[in-house]
């Protein structure tokens, strides 16, 4: 009888898997550092860390049909003559026409459009058809003035002052020469078919104090009746919410490290910036101690995906938030359709993040003409309404099963109940009980909600600390 000695198996690194190690190879054989679109992909404290409390004895629950849940939300109405009125709290992120197919941008102006939001522009200008088909349009003012146009910041009905972003705080952007078609080099004022990089920084101010100035340019030139707001990185999100408060924003955008991109190194990407998550408590806390919170309004982008991820940023603060790689998903990118043409690229729907080689064959990402004729404008707008209103939904729902919360953005006049204690519900109650958020009581409103932060989420899940632990 044979004795077979025990046999362990090869066991691989975690340190070294296969993806490190083929990157090792890509590197040594090519010399280039790798470039792609979309933002990280490594695991990040994120919404799905947090969970809500549903009312029980303690609060009542919002009664679906006789009670609403209102979802509008104002923003800039710090400084601005004419703020803009939106019918939900999720908003379109920049995105470019050069880095997107103008009939990407045409869907996103619809579909904001139809779901009562506002859409952005992004890095290179305004199109006709992006404005024409936005009811509310902000006009991105980015570091480097590829398609700034004066009239363009009076025909917006915002202008969003670029200081960073969330997939590459402290970077520039990037358009690869084989989007450089006639039309996105005539509107940026570069030669056709040439590699085009963004400055990292604003030319014309080296520090907060510039900013301020700037913020005065732009107020003047569009006789003070824009908000303005101010988009930064994650990555110092209470000092850089202070200093854009200070330099007179309207609102402020925070992107975290989720956020995507059109283009830029994969190892920026990964390992530069902070996740969302991390960065919306130190942002409003910062708001908080200048007795700003509600009076300039703070905007959450990087990784929104359904309306679960609108109430927890909301709740943890935030008074809207803002999807751009989602909104791609729903107008029709990484489409399982297009499946035999992503194995041709070397990938596969769900992964393609090529996004700066213009082949994406669902027309979004590309200059190509004969690619972006795939994309159907007016049906993928409808797809993206769609998609903005089953958040919305979703966003109430929590809403409603966690009670009446109190208006993020209280309207005069509005009539009040107390606590859910039951105390001053009648005929007397009128005064309004000042009460200790971090015991975590709701105040109730007969008949109305508004689906807004009220930053007493700690009380429904697990304290966040500023690095995102939980």
């Given at each position: 009888?044979s004795?077979?000695?025990?046999?362990?198996?090869?066991?691989?690194?975690?340190?070294f898997?296969?993806?490190t190690?083929?990157?090792i190879?890509?590197?040594?054989?090519?010399?280039?550092?790798?470039?792609?679109?979309?933002?990280?992909?490594?695991?990040?404290?994120?919404?799905d860390d947090?969970?809500f409390l549903?009312a029980?004895?303690?609060?009542y629950?919002?009664?679906?049909y006789?009670?609403?849940?209102?979802?509008?939300?104002?923003?800039?109405?710090?400084?601005?003559?004419?703020?803009?009125t939106?019918?939900?709290?999720?908003?379109?992120a920049?995105?470019?026409?050069?880095a997107?197919?103008?009939n990407?941008k045409?869907?996103?102006?619809?579909g904001?459009?139809?779901?009562?939001?506002?859409?952005?522009?992004?890095?290179?200008?305004?199109?006709?058809?992006e404005?024409?088909?936005?009811?509310?349009?902000?006009?991105?003012y980015?570091?480097?003035?590829?398609?700034?146009?004066?009239?363009?910041?009076?025909?917006?009905?915002?202008?969003?002052?670029?200081?960073?972003?969330?997939?590459?705080?402290?970077?520039?952007?990037?358009?690869?020469?084989?989007?450089?078609s006639?039309?996105?080099?005539?509107?940026?004022?570069?030669?056709?078919?040439i590699?085009?990089?963004?400055?990292?920084?604003?030319?014309?101010?080296?520090?907060?104090?510039?900013l301020?100035?700037?913020?005065?340019e732009?107020?003047?030139?569009?006789d003070w009746?824009?908000?303005?707001?101010v988009?930064?990185?994650?990555a110092?999100?209470y000092?850089d919410?202070a200093?854009?408060?200070?330099?007179g924003?309207?609102?402020?955008?925070?992107?975290?490290?989720?956020?995507g991109?059109?283009?830029t190194q994969?190892?920026?990407?990964e390992?530069?910036g902070?996740?969302?998550?991390?960065?919306?408590?130190?942002?409003?806390?910062?708001?908080?101690?200048?007795?700003?919170?509600?009076?300039?309004?703070l905007?959450v982008?990087?990784?929104?995906?359904?309306?679960?991820d609108?109430?927890?940023?909301?709740?943890?603060?935030?008074?809207a938030?803002?999807?751009?790689t989602?909104?791609?998903?729903?107008?029709?990118?990484?489409d399982?359709r297009?499946?035999?043409?992503?194995q041709?690229?070397?990938t596969?729907a769900?992964?393609y993040?090529d996004?700066?080689?213009?082949?994406?064959?669902?027309g979004?990402?590309?200059?190509d003409?004969?690619?972006?004729k795939?994309?159907?404008?007016?049906a993928?707008g409808?797809?993206l309404?769609?998609?903005?209103?089953?958040?919305?939904?979703?966003?109430?729902?929590?809403?409603?099963?966690?009670?009446?919360?109190?208006?993020a953005q209280?309207?005069?006049?509005?009539?009040?109940?107390?606590?859910?204690?039951?105390?001053?519900?009648?005929?007397?109650?009128?005064?309004r009980?000042?009460?200790?958020?971090r015991?975590?009581?709701?105040?109730?409103t007969?008949?109305?909600?508004r689906?807004g932060g009220?930053?007493?989420?700690?009380?429904?899940v697990?304290?966040?600390?500023i690095r995102?632990?939980?």
């Amino acid at each position: 009888m044979s004795y077979h000695n025990p046999y362990t198996p090869p066991r691989k690194s975690a340190t070294f898997d296969d993806y490190t190690l083929a990157e090792i190879r890509r590197a040594a054989a090519t010399g280039i550092y790798d470039i792609r679109g979309a933002g990280t992909k490594r695991k990040v404290p994120h919404f799905d860390d947090l969970l809500f409390l549903g009312a029980s004895i303690s609060r009542y629950p919002l009664e679906g049909y006789r009670e609403k849940c209102d979802t509008t939300v104002v923003l800039g109405s710090r400084f601005a003559k004419k703020p803009i009125t939106l019918k939900t709290p999720i908003t379109i992120a920049g995105m470019s026409f050069g880095a997107l197919s103008g009939n990407a941008k045409e869907a996103l102006g619809r579909g904001a459009t139809i779901a009562g939001t506002s859409t952005t522009t992004g890095d290179g200008g305004m199109t006709d058809e992006e404005r024409g088909h936005s009811q509310t349009l902000v006009y991105q003012y980015l570091p480097s003035r590829y398609g700034m146009n004066p009239k363009d910041l009076r025909r917006a009905d915002a202008i969003e002052v670029v200081v960073g972003q969330g997939a590459k705080p402290g970077g520039g952007g990037m358009l690869l020469g084989q989007k450089i078609s006639d039309r996105v080099a005539n509107m940026r004022n570069l030669p056709k078919g040439i590699d085009q990089r963004s400055a990292c920084r604003h030319p014309d101010w080296t520090g907060p104090d510039d900013l301020e100035i700037k913020i005065m340019e732009l107020r003047e030139i569009t006789d003070w009746e824009k908000p303005i707001y101010v988009k930064v990185g994650g990555a110092r999100p209470y000092y850089d919410t202070a200093l854009a408060v200070k330099a007179g924003a309207d609102v402020v955008v925070l992107d975290g490290m989720q956020g995507g991109t059109a283009a830029t190194q994969d190892v920026f990407i990964e390992n530069v910036g902070m996740p969302t998550l991390a960065c919306i408590r130190p942002a409003v806390q910062a708001l908080q101690d200048l007795g700003m919170h509600r009076k300039v309004q703070l905007i959450v982008s990087g990784g929104i995906r359904s309306g679960a991820d609108v109430a927890k940023a909301l709740a943890l603060g935030a008074d809207a938030v803002a999807i751009g790689t989602a909104a791609l998903v729903a107008i029709g990118d990484n489409d399982p359709r297009w499946e035999e043409e992503y194995q041709k690229l070397g990938t596969t729907a769900g992964a393609y993040d090529d996004w700066h080689e213009g082949k994406d064959p669902a027309g979004i990402t590309t200059q190509d003409p004969e690619l972006a004729k795939r994309l159907d404008p007016v049906a993928a707008g409808r797809r993206l309404a769609n998609y903005l209103k089953v958040m919305t939904l979703e966003a109430q729902t929590i809403a409603r099963a966690c009670g009446q919360e109190p208006s993020a953005q209280p309207r005069a006049g509005r009539p009040r109940r107390t606590d859910d204690r039951g105390v001053g519900h009648g005929a007397g109650a009128a005064r309004r009980h000042q009460l200790d958020p971090r015991q975590g009581r709701f105040l109730r409103t007969p008949g109305r909600t508004r689906l807004g932060g009220c930053g007493r989420l700690h009380h429904q899940v697990s304290k966040i600390n500023i690095r995102g632990q939980t």
